[in-house]
């Protein structure tokens, strides 16, 4: 059984940066596509940003320029380096393939506010 586990999540005033990690849990991820999503209160769950396993990447309009996703194959994680942080931004952030092929973990919150 696979679990994802992400972590990094808090309160963060405009501007100001967070980084999160999500560790791939019963599962060696190195070969599979990875992605980070959100959901913000009351709107669906939708894309950031996605790497492959080749570590090619790509990120929502929205976040480009300010997010940036990375991993680290040798320790089974993924990253998300959020900078220029908007209230827009509010969510709670999950990790998956890009082709959601695993169980959703607890996510991670991320609350941009003065």
């Known amino acids: 059984q696979v679990q994802l586990v992400e972590s990094g999540g808090g309160l963060v005033q405009p501007g100001g940066s967070l980084t999160l990690s999500c560790i791939v849990l019963?599962?060696?991820?190195?070969?599979?596509?990875m992605a980070w999503y959100r959901q913000a209160p009351g709107k669906q769950r939708e894309f950031v940003a996605s790497?492959?396993?080749?570590?090619?990447?790509i990120r929502t309009n929205s976040v480009r320029g300010r997010f940036t996703i990375s991993r680290d194959n040798a320790k089974n994680t993924l990253f998300l380096q959020m900078n220029s942080l908007k209230p827009e931004d509010t969510a709670v952030y999950y990790c998956?393939?890009?082709?959601?092929?695993?169980?959703w973990g607890q996510g991670t919150q991320v609350t941009v506010s003065s």
């Open positions: 998956n393939t890009v082709n959601k092929d695993w169980p």
């Open positions: 019963g599962r060696e991820f190195g070969l599979y596509d």
């Open positions: 790497v492959t396993s080749r570590n090619l990447t």
